[in-house]
Nanobody, 123 residues
């Protein structure tokens, strides 16, 4: 599976962005999907995950209530809607796909990774 993340950019604190991750394979609907981020000098951290059907989602505590992960299996796309953005969320955001289809918070549970899209939040 090839994953192409997009939608990053420069946004002011308090603003919104929607990231997209397009998958190359028709079997996309079988994969659990996740979003992770990595800020400069920091380790990659979990942001959100969604299972194969979209019926189960899990969020990092730091983004609960502000970020929403969703998917459109007919279009082979997973989204991350980010609202009320804070300065500390500036990072490269990566999408990932896991063949087992369930939600997962750990990078090792994922088999495929996209190239990342940069989100910069300014004051």
């Amino acid at each position: 599976v090839q994953l192409q993340a997009s939608g990053g950019g420069l946004v002011q604190a308090g603003g919104s962005l929607r990231l997209s991750c397009a998958a190359s394979r028709r079997t996309f609907s079988r994969y659990g999907m996740g979003w992770f981020r990595q800020a400069p000098g920091k380790e990659r951290e979990f942001v959100a995950t969604i299972n194969w059907s979209g019926g189960s989602t899990v969020y990092a505590d730091s983004v609960k209530g502000r970020f929403t992960i969703s998917r459109d299996n007919a279009k082979n796309v997973v989204y991350l809607q980010m609202n009320s953005l804070k300065l500390e969320v500036t990072a490269v955001y990566y999408c990932a796909a896991g063949r087992l289809g369930y939600v997962a918070r750990v990078p090792a549970e994922y088999d495929y990774w996209g190239q990342g899209t940069l989100v910069t939040v300014s004051s």
